[in-house]
């Protein structure tokens, strides 16, 4: 029997492409590492030139639909005025401890209609964290931040929970999801006790070939199997935090690949750029979003003019060349552009079905267009978008052929580009 998606989660795969940005008191101390124990100090904190516009704006255009920010990371600084820390904002020389971060940033992605996600670690380590000794303790001055973010911000679309560092504590797990689901009843939870998304298991932007959406996974204490769309997260420098290093910027050929086998395979890309010190995005990464965003409108958005995907039998799916895009005197195959890649999109409202096909590429033979067929792709699952590159191969037909689902594989759209 197949499981099926709710609704956040076919919503939360319908964004496909959203930025991290990593930005707090480590952006201003360089050399810092996780847990290395080594306090900065509050006053560092001060970004001049502070504009969370020009980072939702560039993101945007870049093609991204929603954003992820780090309110607070491992070290403990928090990006608003927390009533339960003096490790924030509030106690920094940064606009005479009155801004806010974390306003500026929501109310940035809702002039642009990015969805707001937010980022927070439950753990935290130097010497103004709140200490794991007194679990109920810990876990009151947990929820204490969270409700704050999700009382003062209007309506959160994404929480985002990082798990590092939390195997020493024992959290109220209930508790603590009662009081977030109660706060923002459509809100969407990475990662941790009550999810909708799932980390992929890497840090590089990549997800498995065959992605059936299904886990086997802890819920609220209770071992399930169930329906979870991967994220895959990923820096487009070497570093999370600001990587003052421009030479670990990423080439765009390797984050196509990234978006190829992140979003091509079923999940969602989030590729994280850190701010830097004046509180902007380097210009350097915002040119190389740029370049991405150029390089996957080059391959995927104008499909060749393939007539729409027909349902030839139970198990197969063809599309074929429209030929009256062609002057009268060329109807030929000769004069069929060469196809690079295919794209296939499962409806996946009821699950994800597809368990083993083939694509077949229809080889021109006269005098018989289509008489022949070889195949080009042998693959598990199909999901909620599968990009399937391919050597250049010129075809006026192609079959997907579905060997084996569990239950109707039913097929949305079949596309051919030529890049």
């Given at each position: 029997m197949l499981i099926q998606p709710t609704e956040k989660q076919l919503k939360f795969l319908d964004w496909e492409f959203g930025i991290f940005f990593h930005f707090g008191i480590r952006t201003f101390n360089p050399g810092h590492v996780d847990w290395d124990g080594v306090d900065m100090p509050v006053s560092s904190f001060n970004p001049t030139e502070l504009d969370c516009?020009?980072?939702?704006?560039?993101?945007?255009?870049?093609?991204?639909?929603?954003?992820?920010?780090?309110?607070?990371?491992?070290?403990?600084?928090?990006?608003?005025?927390?009533?339960?820390?003096?490790?924030?904002?509030?106690?920094?020389?940064?606009?005479?401890?009155?801004?806010?971060?974390?306003?500026?940033?929501?109310?940035?992605?809702?002039?642009?209609?990015?969805?707001?996600?937010?980022?927070?670690?439950?753990?935290?380590?130097?010497?103004?964290?709140?200490?794991?000794?007194?679990?109920?303790?810990?876990?009151?001055?947990?929820?204490?931040?969270?409700?704050?973010?999700?009382?003062?911000?209007?309506?959160?679309?994404?929480?985002?929970?990082?798990?590092?560092?939390?195997?020493?504590?024992?959290?109220?797990?209930?508790?603590?999801?009662?009081?977030?689901?109660?706060?923002?009843?459509?809100?969407?939870?990475?990662?941790?006790?009550?999810?909708?998304?799932?980390?992929?298991?890497?840090?590089?932007?990549?997800?498995?070939?065959?992605?059936?959406?299904?886990?086997?996974?802890?819920?609220?204490?209770?071992?399930?199997?169930?329906?979870?769309?991967?994220?895959?997260?990923?820096?487009?420098?070497?570093?999370?935090?600001?990587?003052?290093?421009?030479?670990?910027?990423?080439?765009?050929?390797?984050?196509?690949?990234?978006?190829?086998?992140?979003?091509?395979?079923?999940a969602n890309l989030l590729l994280n750029i850190g701010p830097d010190e004046r509180g902007l995005l380097p210009e350097t990464d915002i040119a190389r979003l740029m370049q991405l965003k150029a390089e996957i409108d080059k391959r995927y958005s104008y499909p060749l003019p393939f007539e729409k995907a027909v349902k030839e039998s139970e198990n197969t799916y063809s599309i074929e060349y429209s030929y009256s895009t062609l002057n009268d005197k060329f109807k030929d195959t000769d004069f069929i552009p060469n196809v690079k890649s295919v794209i296939i999109k499962e409806d996946i409202s009821k699950g994800v079905a597809c368990r083993r096909f083939k694509l077949w590429a229809h080889i021109p033979s006269r005098p018989t267009p289509s008489s022949r067929k070889i195949c080009i792709y042998y693959g598990e699952t199909i999901g909620k978008k599968k990009i399937i590159p391919i050597p250049a191969i010129r075809a006026p037909k192609f079959t997907l052929e579905i060997l084996e689902s569990e239950g109707e594989c039913r097929i949305d759209e079949i596309c051919a580009y030529n890049w």
């Open positions: 516009s020009q980072w939702i704006k560039a993101i945007k255009k870049a093609g991204a639909k929603y954003a992820v920010m780090t309110t607070k990371h491992h070290d403990g600084f928090a990006l608003w005025p927390s009533k339960y820390t003096k490790y924030s904002v509030a106690y920094s020389d940064w606009k005479d401890g009155k801004g806010d971060v974390v306003k500026e940033y929501v109310e940035a992605c809702r002039r642009e209609g990015i969805a707001v996600g937010l980022y927070y670690s439950p753990a935290q380590w130097g010497k103004t964290a709140v200490t794991f000794d007194k679990e109920e303790e810990y876990d009151d001055y947990f929820i204490n931040q969270i409700s704050e973010l999700l009382s003062n911000y209007g309506k959160i679309d994404y929480l985002w929970f990082d798990g590092c560092g939390s195997a020493g504590h024992k959290y109220d797990q209930k508790r603590i999801i009662g009081v977030i689901r109660k706060l923002q009843p459509d809100i969407i939870i990475f990662g941790m006790w009550d999810p909708d998304t799932f980390w992929v298991g890497n840090e590089d932007g990549y997800a498995p070939l065959n992605n059936t959406g299904i886990i086997e996974t802890e819920i609220l204490g209770e071992k399930k199997t169930m329906f979870m769309p991967y994220e895959c997260d990923c820096r487009i420098r070497g570093h999370w935090f600001y990587d003052r290093d421009e030479y670990s910027l990423k080439s765009v050929d390797e984050l196509i690949g990234m978006y190829e086998m992140s979003v091509g395979r079923g």
